[in-house]
């Protein structure tokens, strides 16, 4: 017997090198996003580490919008990753078409509401119902909000283009295409570098413009990437090409496997961004402590993202092709895959913890009497911890969603990111004061309640018989 022969189903190296294959591309590609998101804080943490809470903040109604929207879209990769499964690529357009379309109308929508919505909001949450009356930064609460809604208005002008870009990529990736994706997504990560050089540190010649400057380089770059996708997808695929018919069902199918994603995506998405809000009310320093360490680990769920993608294609796939098996094979071998990335991950945060403080801010930034630089080096090994779980509740809930099972990965998102997390985190850090450090401890016992949750339903579905496409 060879040590081939001995090897798991589902760890077969020819699917372990499809898995690497499909999910390098995409983990690279979704890291750009983040880095992004990263190098507008490490810009802000160089020359106004005071206001990085202004921009994280900012992203709660955005993420919650951004969530539902992406969460929608994702019915174009599943079902256009199950007509190439079965040789049916070239008739994908529609879905496409109708993608994109949703994507143009929530874009429009949920900008038409942020843009009134920010002012009473963020009034209220940091003058209203804030449990501190002055922030300990010698930053009013008045100011904190105002400065909070004037981001968000300007983010907001660049949903539209961020969902059309997203409806792209969903659709080149799941027709194996996802490096063209990253491509373009890199440059969109250089372009928006410069321009945060340009508006944030002021080089050449402009105005030094903080908070607003990260925003609007941010909304400038997301619709030059949506133009350039738009691009490559009509020259390259058969997006804008004749479709024939679609199925009665089809629409509903697409729009329920998006449906159930959407509503785990407001409860992540809102549930993390919510902790920024906690970690604001303990002080403008513990937001930056907490914050910073949050940027490294959205960076590190980038290459979880791409393992739970990639899987979600793989089961799909198999789906597509009838193999009840395959399916089972190919969900293992993406939380095996999930958890041996984390070990690694984990291992080079507690490694690198300084350095890393380092780059984020600069290391004489002082906020409120506390020296940031070290305190996100001692948070970092905590982070690392939380990344392996988060990895593991994105990889399973993936590939429950491309096997039909839409609400009850959904509904460990919801318990997992408001039931526990919220509660937790202002708990520890504002209750028993602990800060920020209380706030990421209560996210810890969130992702990891949620990673052992779904991991435990993807078995228990996998085992059963019976197979049913997405939604």
Partial sequence: MTATSRLPAWARPRDIADLIRLSVPIAVSRMAMMLMGLTDAIVLGQYAPGELAYVLSAWLPMSISLGFGVGILLGIQVLTSE???????????????????????????????????????????????????????????????????????????????????????????ALRRPLLVTIVMYTGVVINLFANLALVAGWWGFPQMGAEGVAWATTGTRWLIAAILLIFVAALTPAFRRSPPAA??????QLAVGVGTAISNIAEYGGFNITFIIATWVSIAANAVYGYSVQIIGVCFMFYLGIATATSVRVAEAIGRGSQEEVRNA?????????????????????????????????????????????????????????????????????????????????????????????????????????????????????FFAGMAQLVLLEWKTARPDMVRAA
């Fill in 83 to 173: 007509m190439l499964g079965t040789g049916r690529e070239a008739g994908s357009g529609r879905i496409f078409r109708r993608g994109l379309w949703w994507a143009v109308l929530m874009g429009a929508v949920f900008t038409a509401a942020l843009l009134p919505f920010a002012d009473p909001f963020f009034h209220w949450v940091f003058v209203t119902i804030a449990p501190v009356s002055e922030t300990p930064s010698s930053v009013s609460p008045e100011i904190v909000a105002s400065s909070t809604a004037s981001v968000t208005r300007i983010l907001a002008l660049g949903l539209a283009g961020h969902m059309i870009s997203q409806a792209c990529s969903y659709y080149l990736e």
């Fill in 248 to 253: 009665k069902e089809e629409p509903r199918r």
């Fill in 331 to 447: 969900g293992r071998l993406g939380v095996a895959a999930t958890f041996v990335m984390g070990v690694i991950l984990g291992v080079l945060l507690v490694i690198f913890a300084g350095p890393v403080s380092r780059l984020l801010v600069r290391e004489d930034a002082v906020i409120g009497g506390i020296a940031i630089a070290p305190a996100i080096a001692g948070l970092l090994w905590l982070a690392a911890a939380v990344t392996v779980f988060d990895g593991l509740q994105a990889t399973a809930s993936f590939a429950l969603r491309a096997q039909g099972m839409v609400w009850l990965p959904s509904a460990i998102h919801i318990s997992s990111f408001f039931l526990v997390m919220i509660p937790v985190c202002y708990w520890l850090a504002i209750s028993l004061g602990r800060g920020a450090a209380g706030v990421l401890e209560g996210a810890f016992i969130a992702v």
